[in-house]
Nanobody, 115 residues
């Protein structure tokens, strides 16, 4: 099983910012669209944002205009810049390809937004 490694989560007050990182093997990262997903307590995992291998981006739901997905192909790393965080952004954030593969899920990184 190949795991992607997420990092950068933490605790933040509403309105604050965090940047998440996702490190992936080159064999996966270089040819695939990548995405961020999140799972809030008691809810199903959901798609947050997608970045194609060529760099085009798509955002889902309420994160548009607040979150920015990016990738550094030289470092095989993807990022999620999260600004103007809201309590409803509280979740475990995961990275994976898009479409996702069950054997690529990592441990995720916890983001908690609370006053």
């Amino acid at each position: 099983q190949v795991q992607l490694v997420e990092s950068g989560g933490g605790f933040m007050q509403p309105g604050g910012s965090l940047r998440l990182s996702c490190a992936a093997p080159k064999s996966i990262f270089s040819i695939n669209a990548m995405a961020w997903y999140r799972q809030a307590p008691g809810k199903q995992r959901e798609l947050v944002a997608i970045i194609a291998a060529g760099g085009s981006t798509t955002y889902v739901g309420s994160v548009g205009g607040r979150f920015t997905i990016s990738r550094d192909n030289a470092k095989n790393t993807m990022y999620l810049q999260m600004n103007r965080l809201k309590p409803e952004d509280t979740a475990v954030y995961y990275c994976n390809t898009h479409p996702s593969r069950n054997d690529y899920w990592g441990q995720g990184t916890q983001v908690t937004v609370s006053s």
